[in-house]
């Protein structure tokens, strides 16, 4: 990903901003956050250098395991055009507003949460890390944001719960070997705390991924698939989660059975989306799964105004896919997103630093994002207009 605004590296012309890290949301009003002075003590090296990240983790990661993170499918269109489509976007700064803080603090389903940036759901987390989703818990909850806990985990969803339990999360679902252990796993979810059950919808079935059929890549020995019952630690290859078969129907059917309200993960359309509230979802989270379905697809960067459209009043609306600066978050906060989600550059966070990497790369993006409001004279997270943005051409 070509860095297109950031700033020189060097210490000399770095920008001056901080984000404050926290271990739980904090009152409102204590979490604007404003430029640092030179002389400010909780001053951090605030440039989020994404590429150099990745390519540590690439130097540090078994290539197979770096080629299933990096990853898309078939062509990689889709993935190779997620983070320019946010830069098909541009900002129309507001001047003389008397702006000097913005406010990142926010409710996500009427959780608090420092930042409206988010970690996606990704799998095998014991793959990037010893601790896996674990530190990742740890590392999101440091920084103030909500962590979407995959089913494809390595450690259980209650273990992974218990190791940030004042921190709002929320869990991931995939379809298990049967209706009935799916079903039990979202009722687990419930009982173990998790504010929300994200179904991902968009793996009827599971998208060709050129890069692992060329590494036949399987899990490591050694690394749980933890919340499948069934799968034992001597058979450890990558278990089917196939819905061809699932409908609007579910939706209801799973908030049910878990007693949480549902996000429904992978939307690209105005009337799926529809469908989907109507079914009952209480948000709706637009995503190509990292360029990993459906390829060549939509990006999100499109996809998001014709889902704000159709559902925006009604219903919270996410998005994911190739957000790599505090301006992409800004564009889509202006296209009517509430938040957004992260998956690689956690990845790279949590491989290259465990906890503190996943905390610097919310936190960096969070001080970009909110050094992007000040220029841009917008005060708060939760109202930032639609003619903030504009097309570039
Ligand atoms: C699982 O969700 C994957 O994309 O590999």
Redesign the pocket.
């Known amino acids: 990903m070509a860095s297109t605004h950031g700033p020189a590296d060097t210490p000399e012309q770095r920008p001056t901003l901080t984000h404050r890290q926290r271990t739980a949301p904090a009152p409102e009003s204590d979490t604007a956050v404003a430029p640092a002075t030179r002389d400010d003590p909780e001053r951090k090296p605030p440039y989020l250098d994404l590429d150099r990240l990745e390519a540590r983790a690439r130097a540090l990661l078994p290539a197979d395991v770096f080629g299933y993170y990096a990853g898309g499918a078939e062509t990689e269109t889709t993935l190779a055009e997620a983070a320019d489509a946010w830069q098909e976007w541009r900002l129309r700064p507001r001047v003389l507003r008397g702006i000097a803080a913005a406010q990142l603090g926010t409710t996500l389903l009427g959780s608090e949460v420092a930042t409206p940036i988010g970690v996606a759901p990704w799998?095998y987390q014991g793959m990037a890390h010893p601790d896996g989703e674990r530190a990742t818990a740890a590392g999101a909850a440091a920084a103030g944001a909500l962590m979407t806990v995959?089913t494809?985990a390595n450690s259980s969803l209650e273990d992974v719960a218990a190791s940030a339990p004042a921190a709002p999360s929320w869990f991931q679902l995939y379809r298990l070997h049967s209706p009935g252990h799916t079903d039990d796993l979202a009722r687990r979810a419930g009982d173990a705390g998790y504010r929300a059950l994200v179904l991902t919808v968009d793996l009827p079935l599971l998208g060709r991924r050129r890069r692992d059929l060329a590494s036949d890549f399987v899990l490591p020995a050694g690394l749980r698939l933890a919340n499948h019952p069934l799968v034992t630690d001597e058979q450890p290859r990558l278990q089917a989660m196939e819905t061809p078969t699932w409908t609007f129907d579910e939706i209801g059917r799973f908030a049910d059975v878990s007693g949480l309200p549902v996000v429904v993960k992978g939307v690209l359309r105005g009337d799926d989306a529809t469908s989907c509230v109507e079914a009952g979802a209480s948000a709706v989270w637009v995503s190509t799964?990292?360029g990993?379905q459906v390829d060549p697809a939509v990006s999100s960067a499109y996809a998001l105004p014709e889902v704000v459209e159709s559902v925006g009043d009604e219903v919270e609306v996410y998005a994911d896919g190739g957000i790599r600066h505090g301006s992409d978050v800004l564009v889509a906060l202006a296209l009517g997103a509430r938040a957004v989600f992260l998956g690689r550059p956690t990845v790279w966070g949590l491989a290259t630093g465990g906890a503190d990497g996943v905390a610097s790369v919310i936190t960096g993006l969070s001080a970009e994002l909110a050094h992007t409001m000040v220029l841009c004279g917008l005060p708060d997270v939760a109202t930032v207009p639609r003619d903030t943005v504009v097309r570039a051409r």
Request: glycine fraction near 16%; charge should be positive; avoid cysteine.
């Open positions: 799998a995959s494809s799964h990292g990993r």
